[in-house]
């Protein structure tokens, strides 16, 4: 047997093996963008939930200069207003003895509507009589008196800090201005068919001191509300300038009240309001880096404009909302989406209301083209489409009313109707007033009464439409029947007269 080299032993396999060197890096850079990842999301968390909105522009403070630059000079008539308005809210007239306790009869008598239309009868108003009564016992008159006599009447503080914005306010003493506007309305109605001049001339003074303070407070609801103030009024007014005769000093010292200073302002009042609204609504629910950028605070947004999320959840002082937030349009985004949508409107409000209906303005194909993610602060967004025909309908009852007036003293001093509205300028009036609605001349007939219509002339708008339909108004209720000034489809082919006749109560009416 031969003997050979002996075998090697095997080597021994090592415990560990070094990695290679770039499997390390790779590692460790992996690791590396996790914990950089993790990072970046905690300081988001952190900083979406710390996130604080401010420091506060005092949006309020330029609302009102902005109201009292489009006044004259002198006393403010705000405060008496409001105390006038805050007695009336408090008048409880269901106190009183005679007083009806069914429901409905107790409504009916609250609404005043009966002293409004129909027959005056005293004896079938004992009720609405003693309210009216309760009122005048308030003190309420006097404060409106009071606030009457003032030039100007400007809001004199807004309650708004880091909690409390001015989108999200409801001054308390809006609530009580349609009872305030009830109750004049009634007492200027009563005092015409009484032939008592002076107290029918201060519920007009009244009637256009409450319309102007709201008007002029740069709020959309006040702004709204004095417009209601105003076409209730003139509609009113008008009513009685067509079933009674006013002597010309009286009907001279109605028309200086609507002409001492302009009883709605222009529209562009408003936008700008509402523009400086969502300015505030940015700086109280988004944070601020120093440069004007910063994310949206959800949780501050649902405090400001009191949302809360389903079932009832609330949704205030949950920070980690926040984190959402972060990803939806910044402020500086935000701010330029409401600059170029208020420039949009400002447009708008200077055209008339011919171009508008012209040219058309989508407002909910506007919010659809949006981002859905802005569609949280876009919701706080106003459609002006509406506003704008609402101060044009001011408008057109203003000038009406005015040409009303001028016509009553031209009846006063001719014993019968001009021929032509031209023929009032300038004894009774400075110019003919144009229509608002349909961007022309009032429609003007002379007539001969019949036993239907004892008129003597019908002063008219042609309506949205511009067709002159000589004072053709559709069937149905006379007093409330204005689709010529509202609807283009509905009121083609009609006018609406403005001298109108008052329609009678119905006793089986319901509903109102």
Known sequence: MGHGAPDEPAAAKPLWVPPRRGRVRKRYVALLIILLLVGWVGWKVYSAATAKPGPFVDYGQQ???????????????WSPLIEAIRRAGEVDPTTLPEWPRDTQASADALSLYRVLRGVYEPSELRSELAYLGLFNESGAL???????????????????????????????EYGPVRVVLRLRLASLRIAAATHDTTEFERAWSHLMCLCRGMSYDPCLLGY?????????????????????????????KLLALMDARPLVPDAEFLI????????????????????????????????????TGPFGIDLTERPLLNLPGSLMPRRAET???????????????????????????DFDAYMRAGPVRSAPVRASLVDFSSILGTRDLSETDIAATRLLLAIEMYVNQHGEPPAALADLVPEFIDSVPGDAISCQPFGYVRRDPTPDDLRPFWLYSYGVDGEDNGGLEPEGSRATNRYALRDLHEGRGFDCIFNRLREPVEPDEDGR
């Open 63 to 77: 609302l009102i200069d902005i109201s009292g630059s489009l006044q004259p000079e002198g006393e403010n008539g």
């Open 142 to 172: 006097e404060f409106l008196d009071e606030s009457a006599r003032c030039p100007r009447c400007v809001r004199e503080s807004y309650v708004c800090n880091d909690t409390i914005g001015l989108i999200g306010r409801l001054a308390p």
């Open 335 to 361: 701010t330029r989406m409401f600059e170029e949508y208020y420039a949009k409107m400002l447009e708008r409000a200077k055209m008339s209301a011919e171009m508008r209906r012209s040219q058309p303005f």
């Open 224 to 252: 709204l509300l004095g417009s209601a103030v105003v076409q209730d009024s003139c509609k009113e007014l008008n009513c009685i300038l067509t079933e009674s005769e006013l002597d010309r000093e009286t009907t001279r």
């Open 272 to 307: 700008s309001a509402e523009r400086l609204e969502k300015l505030d609504l940015v700086q109280h629910v988004f944070s601020d880096t120093g440069n004007g950028d910063g994310i949206l605070i959800a949780d501050r947004l649902a405090t400001y404009c009191d949302v």
